[in-house]
């Protein structure tokens, strides 16, 4: 058995089978066999080297009758080469004798033999190492269709994945949208931080993962059997009977707290001393509409509409977005907040930017409100979308990453001309819809007070807040543990921008990691935040906590914290904040 | 028995691919071993790969070694293919 540590995301544990995804990152597979599986492994190969045999034979049968006469020759050549014992049989040796994978134990007899061709002299006797090629070619990709240990494509897996575990080096927001609806138990990932996209991903789906594991993750095979502890971070590959005796009561546990907790659902967010709180969902795909109204949340804080441009080499059409909308708006009572278009950085789509694949992917470059203001081609449709839509329902507009107040007045004068020409084509659209901006750029967060005299609400999006006040790339592995929610500029620009709300008389919400981060809650409760957006999955763990908080006496502890200057003694402050009257 | 004998390469492309698709097809008809050997290199008539690293090219001269019941056949029918220029033009 073999022990691996990462980061843990969530609270839950899973048992299951992995699918280790291929991501072209290292286009033949090598591992090493166990000598239980060697002979299971040859037969693979075997297998690859006859099913390669037949097909060749199938098409020297049936070919065509005008195929040049040289045809069947030339295939005699590869079914010769096939059954030759450096193709068909040392590769065997090398499997049984090295523990290799056949992949690999077939490339390095084809690499000698491809070197050894490139350096004849003769150039049509070097061409043929282009047959080699081509033989072995097919034996691989045979083998790439066969069931062994071998790194799966997302794109062929099955639409049920239940109890299986997903493991990749990195979940980008496509694969995230491909996995979504297909029921797997767990995610393991070589690179991502807490708010990697696999993170977030698992948090919407209220399954355990596990992140930032780096190189460990390559001991894991497709079809291994894993333990994923998501509390400690922990995944236990091949572990053995007792261990999972005590892991599937642990699962238990975990599973009857979640049903406790389900007792919320119809339980008003209230605190101790009565001060309601709203809290809201953060969703993504319609299906998501689900766990927003098992949970009980109070409307949609932040509609992400990312998806619908993604997997697709055109943007959506107008119509399109309309229509997709109106089904949200229909289905969720109380209001929706619709982030318009934040495209760019590490969310690359086909759909948002066809022309624009060589743009810097930096998370500082041309992005979210940048990218739509520069391309109003892209913006206006999603724009009289929204607007159009708000007619059946609670809509308000959110918009991501404003940075100058420049980019707000561009927006709000977009708007207007929208609205212009919605009217002069006489289409039903709502005039009136709230417009508010996403606070997430340090510049945005100091000069909040600015930006909430031209809006109607602010939301304040902590992982980009974090990451940006803080000189963290998300997407940078090595700089991951200084992602730190707790850092005092981090708390001071928050309460920040509530204050700034406060004194315009506006709400501020709260839609990054934090809101949903029931660690946080009272924190943010003595920080003057009063709406919260979560995924969906967080929704009762949150509720609880603010049903069990007292916001009296919260806001001086939480001062002390803000003011506090041994990094040590932080979360000690915190951890005695969560604890103080609850239950 | 054993046969050795010295033979040329002589059609234009030299031992290049179908040239010795016919030759190990050939060879695979007789038990005898068959090699051929050009030098300190030595290939078996019967590996297809083995004998397209020998990259004999036209003019070539090889030694062919046959051993075994069937050497004299063997021997008869490699020598054939080889002066025929394995039944190609040039």
Redesign the interface.
């Known amino acids: 058995m073999l022990s691996l540590s990462g980061t843990g995301i969530g609270r839950g544990i899973a048992i299951g089978r992995a699918i280790v995804l291929d991501q072209g990152h290292n286009d033949i597979p090598c591992y090493r066999i166990s000598a239980t599986a060697l002979s299971g492994e040859i037969e693979r190969f075997n297998h690859a080297v006859d099913a390669v045999r037949a097909d060749l034979k199938r098409v020297q049968r049936n070919l065509p009758t005008d195929a040049p006469p ?1 045809t069947s ?2 295939i ?2 590869h079914l ?2 096939l059954d ?4 068909s049989q040392q590769p065997v040796q090398t499997i049984q004798e090295q523990q290799q994978n056949a992949e690999w134990a077939l490339k390095s007899h084809a690499d000698t ?1 491809i070197d ?2 490139e350096d ?3 150039p ?2 070097r061409s ?1 190492k282009n ?2 090629a081509q033989v072995v070619g097919r034996i691989m990709g045979e083998l790439a269709h066969s069931p062994g240990k071998q790194p799966s494509d997302l794109a062929t897996l099955g639409s049920s994945l239940a109890e299986q575990i997903i493991v990749a080096r990195d979940l980008t927001p496509a694969d995230t949208i491909m996995l979504r609806g297909r029921n797997m138990a767990a995610f393991v990932t070589s690179l991502g931080g807490p708010i990697s996209h696999t993170a977030i991903l698992a948090r919407s789906l209220g399954l355990p993962a596990i992140v930032g594991l780096h190189d460990v993750i390559d001991t894991i095979h497709n079809n291994d059997l894993l333990i994923v502890d998501a509390a400690t971070g922990t995944v236990l590959v091949a572990p053995d009977e007792p261990l999972l005796a005590q892991f599937r009561e642990l699962q238990q546990q975990h599973l009857r707290h979640q049903q406790r907790l389900t007792l919320l659902k119809s339980e008003k967010a209230v605190t101790q001393d009565g001060e309601a709180i709203t809290l809201l969902a953060n969703i993504e795909l319609p299906e998501d509409i689900e766990g927003l109204r098992s949970a009980g949340a109070a409307g949609v804080g932040l509609y992400r509409t990312e998806f619908l441009f993604m997997n697709r080499p055109k943007p959506p059409s107008e119509d399109e977005q309309y229509q997709a909308y109106c089904h949200v708006l229909r289905r969720v009572e109380g209001p929706v907040t619709i982030r318009t278009l934040d495209l760019g950085a590490d969310k690359q789509v086909d759909g948002g930017r066809p022309d624009r694949e060589t743009t810097a992917t930096s998370a500082l470059g041309l992005r979210a409100i940048r990218l739509c203001l520069s391309e109003p081609s892209l913006f206006k449709p999603q724009l009289r979308a929204i607007l159009r839509a708000a007619v059946h329902g609670d809509a308000q507009i959110m918009i991501p990453m404003l940075s100058s107040l420049r980019e707000l007045e561009q927006s709000l004068a977009l708007v207007g001309e929208v609205c212009a020409e919605l009217e002069r084509e006489a289409v039903a659209f709502n005039p009136k819809v709230p417009l508010g901006g996403m606070i997430e750029v340090p510049a945005a967060a100091v000069s909040a007070d600015l930006f909430a005299r031209k809006l109607d609400f602010l939301s304040i999006g902590t992982n980009d807040l974090i990451q940006y006040t803080l000189a963290i790339d998300r997407v940078d592995d090595s700089v991951n543990y200084l992602y730190d929610p707790l850092h005092p500029s981090v708390l001071r620009l928050i309460r920040t921008v509530i204050r700034a709300g406060h004194e315009a008389d506006i709400p501020v919400s709260m839609c990054g990691e934090m809101a949903g981060d029931p660690a946080f809650t009272r924190l943010l409760l003595g920080l003057g935040l009063r709406h919260f957006s979560m995924e969906p999955s967080q929704l009762l763990e949150i509720r609880q906590q603010v049903r069990q908080s007292t916001l009296a006496g919260l806001s001086g502890q939480v001062t002390d914290i803000l003011n506090c200057v041994e990094t040590g003694s932080l979360y000690d402050l915190v951890d005695q904040l969560n604890q103080t009257d609850s239950d | 028995m054993k046969l050795q004998r010295e033979l040329q390469i002589v059609n234009r492309l030299g031992l290049h691919a179908r040239a010795c698709a016919k030759l190990v097809k050939t060879a695979n008809q007789f038990e005898s071993d068959i090699v051929l050997r050009q030098n300190e290199h030595q290939a078996d008539a019967k590996s297809i790969m083995g004998l397209m690293m020998l990259a004999a090219t036209q003019g070539t001269r090889l030694t062919v070694i046959t051993s075994g019941a069937d050497a004299e056949d063997a021997m008869t029918q490699v020598q054939h293919l080889i002066n025929n220029r394995f039944e190609e033009d040039e």
């Open positions: 040289e020759a030339f005699d050549v010769l080469m030759d014992p450096v193709i033999l050894f061709f004849i002299a003769d049509y006797l043929k047959d080699v």
